[in-house]
């Protein structure tokens, strides 16, 4: 199987952040992993997740095409509202050759069309030349370990909807 072009991980808030500054400086200090412990990660969601019923899910989803940084920190959003958004453009773009989003709660868009030869991808003011088969099918199957993930680990958020989104978005991609 060839290396993925495509890097991702998310992280969820352990605590509210205060101070940006701070924030940005110590990244670990606010944020789980859900890959490098998934049971640690699983608690914190539990435990931050319950006060605000999972309307919440903050956190950071860091996306890199290619080793080119494109969505990380220190742009903190619902987790859950990106990776629909980020799902939501693929299905977008394999129906007409242009997707795009606002992060749920950030200024930052993202936009995927059709260039020649291939496919421009733009989050907030980073733009990158795509080869957009490969980035549609390995951001779907990232958004699919995310969603997976919630569902393993029970957290109550809609995952078995947002999976089917996604067999819907490979559909059309099958085409």
């Known amino acids: 199987m060839a290396t993925p072009q495509l890097m991702s991980t998310t992280a969820i808030l352990s605590r509210p952040v205060r101070d940006l500054q701070e924030f940005a400086g110590s990244p670990a200090d606010y944020l789980e ?3 490098e412990d998934p049971e640690a990660a699983a608690r914190t969601w539990l435990r931050v997740g319950e006060p605000h019923r ?3 899910n903050d956190g950071v989803v860091s996306l890199a095409w290619q080793g080119i940084p494109l969505l990380g920190m220190p742009v903190w959003d619902d987790v859950c509202g990106i990776w629909r958004g980020l799902v939501a ?5 394999s129906a007409t ?11 930052v868009s993202v936009v995927l069309e059709r260039i020649r030869g291939g496919a421009l991808l733009t989050v907030g003011e980073t733009a990158v030349r795509v080869d957009p088969t490969a980035f549609n099918r390995q951001l779907l ?3 699919e370990r ?14 078995p909807a947002a999976l089917q989104d ?10």
């Open 33 to 35: 992993d859900l890959y």
């Open 54 to 56: 999972f309307q919440y």
């Open 89 to 93: 453009v693929i299905a977008d773009y």
């Open 97 to 107: 050759t242009r997707g795009e989003t606002l992060l749920p709660d950030q200024p």
């Open 141 to 143: 199957a990232e958004a």
């Open 146 to 159: 995310f969603w997976q993930w919630t569902e393993q680990h029970g957290i109550p958020v809609d995952a």
């Open 166 to 175: 996604i067999a819907r978005a490979r559909t059309v991609l099958d085409r």
